[in-house]
Nanobody, 126 residues
């Protein structure tokens, strides 16, 4: 069964960095655009970043632009989120997701993604 597993979360001080990883089972995921979302306690799940199936196109939420970088390694069937200059507002559970429809645009709505990981907690202390 298709599966996404996130790792790399943890506790970090404000201004620090973390790198999240998402390992996908099944080479089918190499063909899918992938995204990262996050959900803070008591808030709606929100878009963070997305990357095309080839890695040639990316899109970011304004709140993370310039601080976060999404990348992928199709040979390893993995997606990464490098997070720098972390702020307390970045505290959330981070989810990896896959969009099985390869369209022209990268999707920022969570409803467009078909596969989800279980999430990894990121806590930024101020």
């Amino acid at each position: 069964q298709a599966q996404l597993v996130e790792s790399g979360g943890g506790l970090v001080q404000a201004g620090g960095s973390l790198r999240l990883s998402c390992a996908a089972s099944g080479r089918t995921f190499m063909n899918y655009p992938m995204g990262w979302f996050r959900q803070a306690s008591g808030k709606e799940r929100e878009f963070v970043a997305a990357i095309s199936n080839t890695g040639g196109k990316t899109v970011y939420a304004d709140s993370v632009k310039g601080r976060f970088t999404i990348s992928r390694d199709n040979a390893k069937i993995a997606v990464y989120l490098q997070m720098n200059s972390l702020k307390s507002d970045d505290t959330a559970v981070y989810y990896c997701a896959a969009d099985s429809y390869v369209g022209v645009r990268l999707q920022i709505a969570s409803s467009e993604y078909d596969y989800w990981g279980q999430g990894t907690q990121v806590t930024v202390s101020s």
